[in-house]
């Protein structure tokens, strides 16, 4: 499937809602002052940007060539869900502290599914006999030159 900066991968707040398991997520659309599918949006290109500037450090090509990012979907999901917390949307019914508390937590999670992430690819780049460890070592076992006069 790949990722791309500019598509999200949780497409609405209810798929949101079942991949946090927060009910209540998917009746957000209603909202006139808010963007659902904007902070979706925001929140893939957070998943997006880390995967490609945090300790994974892919290039754009091999972010587009990624074929688990079913995986990455809980991440978006609950980097939604600290975005909503962070503005009192979602949390612990008004209070300060009980707000910062949510809002922690579904921030951890999304940041321990990304750096626990192990990208498989579809264009064959985690083949063994692709790869930089299948190539043999070619070593001399001779004393002398190998082509020429000794």
Known sequence: MGLDY?????EDAGEASRLVG?????NLDVDADLTVDQRLL???RWVY???????????????????NT??????VAFRFAEQLAANGLIGGGGERSADEGVRD???AQALAIVDAFR???????????????ATPRMVNRTDGPLFGPN
Not at 6 to 10: F, G
Not at 22 to 26: A, E, M, S
């Open 22 to 26: 927060v009910d209540g997520l998917g």
């Open 6 to 10: 500019d598509v999200s991968l949780v």
């Open 119 to 133: 990208p498989e690819f579809s264009d064959d780049r985690a083949a063994p006999r692709l790869s930089r460890e």
């Open 42 to 44: 925001t929140a893939h």
């Open 49 to 67: 940007d880390r995967l490609r500037n945090g300790s994974h450090q892919l290039t754009t090509a091999a972010l587009a060539a990624l074929s």
């Open 105 to 107: 937590y579904y921030g």
């Open 70 to 75: 079913e995986v990455l979907k809980a991440a």
